[in-house]
């Protein structure tokens, strides 16, 4: 399957009118509780921290032009996807290689102003742009407009800004793959100002690197410990540099350590009012879309119907309480909770890792054309078409010549799995085996 184009289509390019304290930012093509529209208009206020904003902007477009993994330039960029959810803006990119995924929330603290819908939508980040942000500095407020009114809308003579930029397979995949195990992070390690600054200041250039609690701050060590986060490419973390003079402070989230396999981490820079988060691949040349880690929750046979069902609920909350959802839905809670993933891989719900929440947002693709092009799943549904699982014991199956056992963690004696231990998701094999499984023995 070839990479599809995405088209964005705004009335006019976005703007910084520094003499007149204005930034513009306009929008194309999004999601509102009233449907599509062509051009949303989100807010209209006053950015009480102006710096910071900027220069977190400039941080999201920064990681959406970047391989991180190779140095050859990004002749295109995709603009950043931003989500009103009421109490705050919530702006989204991902890395060109899909390795790094960056989110800015600008906070009810950093906002003053009219919020006039909800919804999601791309807006134009142009390299006129980026150079106007980079001078803002102090602590004046600025306008903040995200999208244009109908006055001012009606008023631009039909001019009209196209951009046609690549959606690589795995960058959408990637977007499917960062919330579900970002969900699986928990806080590691929380520091001040002053231990955060002189540590990513002190960064290595190279590595895969274990940052270990140690006081009140974090030490780098070659091997895991208890409590530890994995750093693998530090480099990736350069994007922080500029904003260390605004942050308050810094969080640190990860899995559970298990052996010395390198693991995925977030890294959220607090700012006044703001927080700048990343999350970066277990390795630089390692995008987040082979990950499998949705795949678990996308082979029941409810699953589609369930996230039909819980989708209907959303209405572009800031934080999902998967408990009421399951109150609300009659579903339940692990029910739930593979149909937000299922939901996630439309782009219709993201992670928050300092709120440990879902939270609602809608993304420009679909979730069929994620699922269709994830090659592990396809290969799976194919082996049950051809009848290739045979169970020969209670959770022991035959699948082309592969023993799979269900029972606890999922093995598998394919190569895949030998290689990798389950550290990147289920294989093909067990996948299958889990779907029939499922259709033979597991009640609605």
């Not at 052996?259 to 987040?288: D, I, K, N």
Request: glycine share 10%.
């Amino acid at each position: 399957m070839s990479d599809a184009q995405i088209a964005y289509s705004y009335s006019r390019a976005s703007e910084l009118d520094l003499a007149a304290g204005l930034l513009g930012l306009s929008t194309s093509g999004g999601l509102t509780p009233s449907g599509l529209v062509a051009r949303p208009h989100f807010f209209s206020g006053l950015l009480t921290r102006a710096a910071p904003a900027a220069a977190a902007l400039i941080g999201l477009a920064d990681v959406a032009k970047t391989r991180y993994h190779d140095a050859r330039a990004v002749t295109f960029m995709r603009d950043p996807v931003v989500t009103c959810n009421g109490d705050r803006l919530r702006f989204e990119s991902f890395s060109a290689c899909g390795g790094v995924y960056a989110r800015l929330d600008v906070l009810q603290e950093a906002l003053d102003g009219d919020v006039v819908e909800l919804g999601t939508t791309n807006v134009d980040v142009n390299v006129p742009l980026r150079k106007a942000l980079a001078r803002v500095g102090g602590d004046d407020p600025l306008h903040l407009a995200v999208g244009d009114d109908e006055v001012v809308a009606t008023t631009l003579d039909g001019a009209v800004v196209e951009k046609k930029v690549p959606l690589p397979e795995r960058w959408l995949r990637g977007f499917a793959e960062v919330q579900v195990i970002a969900s699986r992070f928990d806080l590691r390690a929380s520091l001040g100002r002053a231990e955060a600054v002189k540590f990513v200041r002190d960064l290595p250039r190279r590595g895969v690197l274990w940052a270990v609690p140690a006081g009140r701050s974090l030490r780098l060590a070659a091997r895991p410990a208890p409590g530890a986060v994995c750093l693998a490419g530090p480099e990736r973390l350069a994007v922080l540099a500029p904003l260390l003079r605004f942050a308050t402070g810094l969080r640190v989230y990860g899995p559970v350590v298990e052996g010395a396999q390198p693991m995925a981490s977030a890294w959220e820079l607090e700012l006044p009012g703001m927080r700048f988060t990343l999350t970066v691949s277990p390795e630089p040349r390692r995008g987040f879309s082979g990950e499998g880690a949705v795949l678990d929750d996308l082979t029941g046979d409810t699953v589609a119907d369930d996230a039909d069902l819980v989708g209907a609920l959303l209405r572009f909350e800031p934080r999902l309480d998967a408990d009421l959802l399951a109150e609300q839905s009659g579903l339940t809670r692990a029910r739930v909770g593979a149909a937000l993933t299922r939901l996630g891989t439309g782009g219709r719900v993201g992670y928050d890792v300092a709120e440990a929440a879902h939270f609602h947002r809608e993304l420009p693709y679909d979730a069929g054309r994620v699922l269709a092009m994830n090659p592990r799943l396809r290969s799976a549904l194919d082996l049950v078409e051809q009848g290739a699982v045979r169970f020969t014991a209670p959770g022991v199956a035959q699948v082309n010549g592969k023993t799979v056992r269900l029972a606890g963690k999922p093995t598998c004696t394919c190569p895949w799995w030998i290689d990798y231990r389950g550290s990147r998701g289920p294989c093909k094999h067990v996948l299958a085996a889990q779907k029939v499984s499922a259709q033979v023995e597991v009640p609605a």
